[in-house]
């Protein structure tokens, strides 16, 4: 097998060669198909989060084929298209699992980061932890669904079904696909970008919008909610300061720079600040059904393994609009 591996953070990844790897009880070998490049490999690569595993393999938008099993396996079969998302392994006991709350589990581990991912010809997973994939979607439009769908689904629901007038504070791989969504529902939507970026903005109109502006603009609607996909911490406050009484700011990204500090007005009258936090096997099937039924336009940039790195680079960048997905 062929692998782009990260050494230490803050260094490019490696292509390295690899022994094909055995899938252990319980546990599938896959030929990755296509895995979309998320905002949270970049944090793992820069750095940003508490130090995984080391060597690692990133990636965790993984569409893959199953090409071997280990033993146990009796859900999943030989030459099935499966998906792999961010979370890899729950511990089963603790009481969020027991509470249902799989994605705050004390013992979790993650793809393409406590465990090896998909920027790879081959990947090994839990056989619980695969999605089954239905539909005739090809594997690079289905990949961004793992994750950049998968967490925009888990915000808006935490945003709530009231709310009409919606804000997504970061248009990319998420919120491109989220509109859709929204859209879908009946709602609302204004995209908030960085300032000056027109051709995002234009692009959030395309597929919806109705308005798009940057994220120092005030929307011409108060927001029912607001959801935040950037990274940015300095936009909490610009966000709680666009939303109703008793409207919410859902914090998406599994990383943010600082929040400044901000008057608790902008708080009070029962307006609230939440976040979300990885994902369930729950959330996956239910948007994947959902996803199935719409013709989602999924924007996307193609990359050959090999140039892994250079995809980190623009979306580091911000040159990409949609998701970058690298195909072995």
Same mark, same amino acid.
């Given at each position: 097998?062929?692998?782009?591996? &990260?050494?230490?953070?803050?260094?490019?990844?490696?292509?390295?060669?690899?022994?094909?790897?055995?899938? !252990?009880?319980?546990?599938?070998?896959?030929?990755?198909?296509? +895995? *979309?490049? +998320?905002?949270?490999?970049?944090?793992?690569?820069?750095?940003?989060?508490?130090?995984?595993?080391?060597?690692?393999?990133?990636?965790?938008?993984?569409?893959?084929?199953?090409?071997?099993?280990? =033993?146990?396996?009796?859900?999943?079969?030989?030459?099935?298209?499966?998906? /792999?998302?961010?979370?890899?392994?729950?511990?089963?006991?603790?009481?969020?699992? !027991?509470?249902?709350?799989?994605?705050?589990?004390?013992?979790?581990?993650?793809?393409?980061?406590?465990?090896?991912?998909?920027?790879?010809?081959?990947?090994?997973?839990?056989?619980?932890?695969?999605?089954? &994939?239905?539909?005739?979607?090809?594997?690079?439009?289905?990949?961004?669904?793992?994750? *950049?769908?998968?967490?925009?689904?888990?915000?808006?629901?935490?945003?709530?079904?009231?709310?009409?007038?919606? !804000?997504?504070?970061?248009?990319?791989?998420?919120?491109?696909?989220?509109?859709?969504?929204?859209?879908?529902?009946?709602?609302?939507?204004?995209?908030?970008? @960085?300032?000056? =970026?027109?051709?995002?903005?234009?692009?959030?109109?395309?597929?919806?919008?109705?308005?798009?502006?940057?994220? =120092?603009?005030?929307?011409?609607?108060? %927001?029912?909610?607001?959801?935040?996909?950037?990274? =940015? !911490?300095? %936009?909490?406050?610009?966000?709680?300061?666009?939303?109703? @009484?008793?409207?919410? /700011?859902? +914090?998406?990204?599994?990383?943010?720079?600082?929040?400044?500090?901000?008057?608790?007005?902008? &708080?009070?009258?029962?307006?609230?600040?939440?976040?979300?936090?990885?994902?369930?096997?729950?959330?996956?099937?239910?948007?994947?059904?959902? *996803?199935?039924?719409?013709?989602?336009?999924?924007?996307?940039?193609?990359?050959?393994?090999?140039?892994?790195?250079?995809?980190?680079?623009?979306?580091?960048?911000?040159?990409?609009?949609?998701?970058?997905?690298?195909?072995?």
């Amino acid at each position: 097998m062929r692998a782009m591996v &990260l050494h230490q953070p803050g260094q490019p990844l490696r292509l390295e060669e690899r022994p094909d790897p055995v899938p !252990g009880p319980g546990e599938v070998r896959l030929r990755v198909l296509a +895995c *979309a490049v +998320c905002r949270t490999d970049l944090h793992v690569v820069d750095g940003e989060l508490p130090q995984g595993l080391l060597p690692v393999v990133p990636g965790h938008e993984i569409v893959g084929l199953v090409e071997a099993l280990g =033993d146990g396996v009796t859900t999943l079969h030989i030459g099935q298209r499966v998906g /792999v998302p961010w979370l890899a392994h729950t511990c089963g006991h603790c009481r969020h699992c !027991g509470d249902g709350h799989e994605n705050l589990c004390d013992a979790p581990l993650f793809t393409g980061y406590t465990r090896d991912g998909g920027f790879a010809s081959h990947v090994v997973a839990e056989a619980a932890f695969c999605l089954p &994939l239905a539909g005739s979607h090809d594997a690079v439009h289905t990949a961004p669904l793992l994750c *950049a769908g998968l967490i925009g689904w888990r915000a808006l629901r935490t945003a709530g079904e009231d709310a009409e007038h919606l !804000g997504l504070y970061g248009f990319g791989a998420a919120a491109h696909l989220l509109i859709q969504v929204a859209r879908h529902q009946g709602r609302t939507v204004y995209a908030f970008t @960085k300032p000056g =970026d027109e051709q995002a903005q234009a692009f959030a109109r395309s597929l919806g919008a109705a308005w798009a502006g940057g994220s =120092d603009d005030n929307p011409p609607h108060e %927001l029912d909610a607001a959801i935040l996909f950037a990274p =940015d !911490g300095s %936009l909490v406050p610009r966000a709680l300061a666009a939303v109703r @009484k008793g409207g919410r /700011v859902v +914090c998406a990204g599994i990383h943010m720079s600082d929040i400044p500090s901000f008057p608790y007005q902008l &708080l009070w009258e029962e307006r609230q600040l939440v976040s979300v936090a990885n994902l369930t096997r729950r959330d996956g099937a239910d948007f994947l059904m959902l *996803a199935t039924g719409m013709r989602l336009q999924v924007e996307t940039r193609t990359y050959p393994l090999e140039q892994a790195n250079q995809a980190l680079d623009d979306l580091r960048s911000g040159h990409l609009q949609g998701a970058a997905v690298l195909q072995p």
